[in-house]
């Protein structure tokens, strides 16, 4: 039996860059854990701190690998300077199967400690369907509003799951 491949050795042996910038190739055979892990590994690296988003769609695929295969709700934010360019992605709250307490006090003061200007908040939902509850549209409004009154935009909030992302944003719910 073969012993497993540390992540570093994943990365250097099996993932080669494509032809296309942000294309790639995995020259032989890799397992669905594997494949997650290096889809990981990418968006970790376009999640990095000092790189400007790309496009919303980029960013919430981003978002979905990373917190796809929580079996508990996380709450977590990106944290952007004045040029929307990344200072930060943490995971601030871990929750239950189905809910995670939020702490307005707490988004704010991480924000302002990591001088943000504006953040993306994003959520999981274990059970895969991404449409946000109502208590998620409340508590967007009052993060919405406690962060404006900091001046810190909030630009977005993305609920992640199984099935795909719902953007606030892209609903006019922002």
């Known amino acids: 039996?073969?012993?497993?491949?540390?992540?570093?050795?994943?990365?250097?042996?099996?993932?080669?860059?494509?032809?296309t910038p942000g294309t790639y190739r995995v020259n032989g055979d890799?397992?669905?854990?594997?494949?997650?892990?290096?889809?990981?590994m990418i968006a970790h690296k376009r999640l990095r701190?000092?790189?400007?988003l790309g496009s919303?769609?980029?960013?919430?695929?981003?978002?979905?690998?990373?917190?796809?295969?929580?079996?508990?709700?996380?709450?977590?934010t990106l944290l952007l300077d004045t040029q929307h360019r990344l200072i930060a992605f943490d995971e601030l709250?871990?929750?239950?199967?189905?809910?995670?307490?939020?702490?307005?006090?707490?988004?704010?003061?991480?924000?302002?400690?990591?001088n943000a200007a504006a953040v993306i908040l994003v959520h999981n939902h274990p059970s895969g369907d991404p449409e946000p509850s109502d208590a998620d549209r409340r508590i967007t409004q009052r993060l919405q509003q406690a962060l404006g009154l900091v001046d810190i935009?909030?630009?977005?909030?993305?609920?992640?799951?199984?099935?795909?992302?719902?953007?606030?944003?892209?609903?006019?719910?922002?």
Not at 1 to 18: E, F, K, R, S, V
Not at 49 to 52: A, I, Q
Not at 93 to 114: C, L, M, N
Request: aromatic share 8%; proline share 5%; charged share 20%.
């Open 1 to 19: 039996m073969n012993a497993p491949l540390n992540p570093a050795t994943l990365a250097d042996a099996q993932l080669i860059a494509g032809e």
């Open 30 to 40: 890799v397992t669905d854990a594997q494949l997650l892990h290096l889809a990981k």
């Open 49 to 52: 701190k000092g790189n400007k």
């Open 56 to 76: 919303p769609d980029e960013v919430h695929r981003c978002l979905q690998t990373l917190l796809l295969d929580y079996p508990y709700e996380v709450f977590g």
């Open 93 to 114: 709250f871990r929750g239950t199967i189905d809910s995670a307490s939020v702490y307005p006090r707490e988004v704010i003061k991480h924000a302002i400690e990591h």
């Open 153 to 174: 935009r909030v630009l977005d909030h993305v609920v992640v799951g199984h099935e795909g992302y719902t953007s606030f944003a892209e609903r006019g719910w922002l």
